[in-house]
Each structure stands twice: as structure tokens, then as C-alpha cells.
């Protein structure tokens, strides 16, 4: 155990001089997942930073930088294609990522059924877990659009 969390934090330590906060998650399976953002409310801070290059103010708003006079405009109707092909790109990729959630899910399964062992079946709930999180991303993506 000692060892294991020696190497986390030896893993960690470069993360976190690029990283403001890292997080130790644990799900309901037990499962854990290191990340750079909460991802339920399980997590607990394990390195955290204050970055000397971060402004202590909020950012400015966009009306305080207005688009220079010669900046290059794209027409509308350009822009709603290539927002409809963003779309559809992030469609599909949420339909493929749904099939390998599926996928995993059914190997799980036959692993729980084959093994009784919460080792083996490890691997196994952390690609759920992996999936289940690039949903959510690519929910979050499709809802951001106009």
C-alpha cells in the first residue's frame, strides 16, 4: 500500500507543477481516478498550487477587447456549416463511445461472471469508468454549441 501511494505521489509531482489542483476520486465501485478536475464529490485535493502567473482579478470581458477593424470575418452561413459539421463529428464520436461503454459493460459482466476476484475485474471498471467519462465530455461539448 505504502509503495503504491509512494508511487503515486512520485507520478504526481511533475503533474502538479503544471496543474493548479489534483484530485483523488473514488467512485461507488471503488474504483479510483487521478484528475486535474472533480469529477464527483468523492474527490479529495492531494496536490494543490498556487500559480504566480495566474491573475488574481477576473479575466477582462470580451467588450474590453473588441475585434481590431481588419480582422478577418467568416460569413455567416460558412459558420453554421462548420458548426453543423462540428455537430455531427461530436455525434458520432458520443454514438461510438456509447457502443464501447456498451462493449465494456458486457465484458465486465463476463468477467464478474467468469471471476469472482475485484483484481482482475479492475481493468475492467476503469474503462467503464473512462467511457463514462468521455460521455460526459462530448455531452458537455454538443450542449456548448450554438
Request: proline share 5%; glycine share 4%; aromatic share 2%.
Amino acid at each position: 500500500m505504502t509503495r503504491s501511494l509512494l508511487a503515486l505521489l512520485c507520478a504526481l509531482a511533475p503533474m502538479a507543477l503544471s496543474a493548479q489542483t489534483i484530485y483523488r476520486c473514488t467512485d461507488a465501485a471503488g474504483g479510483v481516478l487521478i484528475s486535474n478536475s472533480r469529477v464527483n464529490k468523492n474527490c479529495l485535493a492531494i496536490a494543490s498550487e498556487e500559480s504566480p502567473a495566474a491573475p488574481s482579478r477576473p479575466a477582462a470581458k470580451a467588450s474590453a477587447n473588441p475585434t481590431p477593424a481588419g480582422f478577418p470575418r467568416i460569413q455567416e452561413d460558412t459558420q453554421k456549416s462548420r458548426d453543423n459539421d462540428r455537430r455531427h463529428i461530436l455525434e458520432q464520436e458520443l454514438a461510438g463511445e456509447q457502443r464501447k461503454l456498451d462493449e465494456a459493460r458486457k465484458e465486465l459482466a463476463a468477467q464478474d461472471a467468469a471471476h469472482a476476484g475485484a483484481e482482475r475485474t479492475a481493468p475492467y471498471r476503469d474503462r467503464i469508468a473512462q467511457h463514462e467519462r468521455n460521455l460526459q465530455a462530448l455531452q458537455k461539448e454538443l450542449a456548448n454549441l450554438r
